[in-house]
DNA sequence: ACAAAAGTGTTTGCATTACACCCATGG
DNA sequence: CCATGGGTGTAATGCAAACACTTTTGT
């Protein structure tokens, strides 16, 4: 028997991916479509974030992950459960209550919203059968719902946790050099770093691993490779009470 | 018309509130109390947060500060939406089924917590319809549903969130002392820290305003008081990206 | 005068910031 | 050999941590 779906609650996801070419935080996306069967107008064309209502039997964190890999294929991926969004006028554009009609949910939704961090070459979009797409975050197409606010929010909380949790590797790439840590955190929070400075401060941490191994297909110089053991961060790892207000 | 209740979708309000004479901190809780109609045997006795379902024309923020209001009479209190609980067997415990049936609302209700945080002598208990009542965060008294979970998670999102923002003032007298704002820090992260650093750190910030008053009625030499300006801390305050992983 | 809590300074080390040039490699 | 990005060192500053005694007041 299939499981329940309750009709008024849901979870949206919005998953993060980094692309270390293009030194550009993304969103991945999913298109929604609708024409109108008589006419063939389009109803409803543009983007929203992928997202599920939740069965009877199952809890947000599950209803999350479910979502994830129906979308990616990949399950084990960080996961953030940051804000629940439930204004009532959230789903009541035109095109929200169309779409709504079309798919028998509830106008007066409660959605949970998580964030998800992916490493972008794990994810295969070309056999995608949902046409998602990644999008830069600073640069995102039309959105249903309130998906935009939700991104935003979303990134915000990002860009504060990214600063005290070591997050920032579920972004790249098992071997990195650090200047694709440094790339990185520069595309995330909008800042210049000194490279010099930032360097010594990430070699110095212990979880920070050099590898017998450089960049190979570059056209320059090639860098040093890294990777970032969870178990040293883990064991060395320390609460600090630093009062900074 | 009164408006309808959506039953399986609730606020939960963690109400925190700082007792400077005694230093702790406390969490207020209402007593949930259930007699057999027939055989007046005790069905249920033990404590629960104020909480409300959310009305189909109300935001999730208005649900929880309509659930304050009537729980203390105050409003534009300090207010944090910190985490949706929707575990399926939060609520499936005997009591709370006995409970649940009682009040007519839905088995599989997905609660979305705040906490507050509130000048412990603003509030009159006296006269409280409620039977609400203060009980230390670390000692708390038998709790219904998930509310032990909810209480702790949003301990840990405090002592959190006031090591990088002013919060710990709302939780203090407008008038206070150095000493009370180190006791309060103290109490909430269970630390002990240094009272030479600590004022120094304090009185060197500009928003920490000394007052032409000490206080009165003590039995010791009375302390300095000062207050805290919201007003200089938004003015001067400015984002620093300090990584710190 | 005594008890209790308020208040006060200095030193040391560490982390952050600012800053400019050489090096290694692939093409 | 040259263009590109990788990689390197030092000095100044500010903040945090450690640490013990004197002062003020009310009783």
Redesign the interface.
Known sequence: MKPQK?K??SVDCVVFGYNTLEKTLNVLLIKRYLESATTAEVLVDDYVLTGYH?N?????DDTATRALKELTGLSSLYKK?F??????DRLLNDKDQIWIKNEGFNS?T?T?AYYFLIKTEAVNLKENKYSAKWFPVNNLPELGFDHEAIILEAYEDLKIK?????I?FELLPNKFTINDVQDL?QSI?G?EIDNRNFRR?LIN?KYIIPLDEKQVGVSKKPAQLYMFSKDVYDKIFEKN?????
Chains 1, 2 share one sequence.
């Open positions: 309750i008024n609650i939740i009877e039997d199952e809890t947000l459960q804000k629940a969004f439930g204004s009532p007066r409660v949970i990214c600063l005290s949790e070591p920032i955190y929070l800042i401060k941490k009470y630093l009062i900074s207000i």
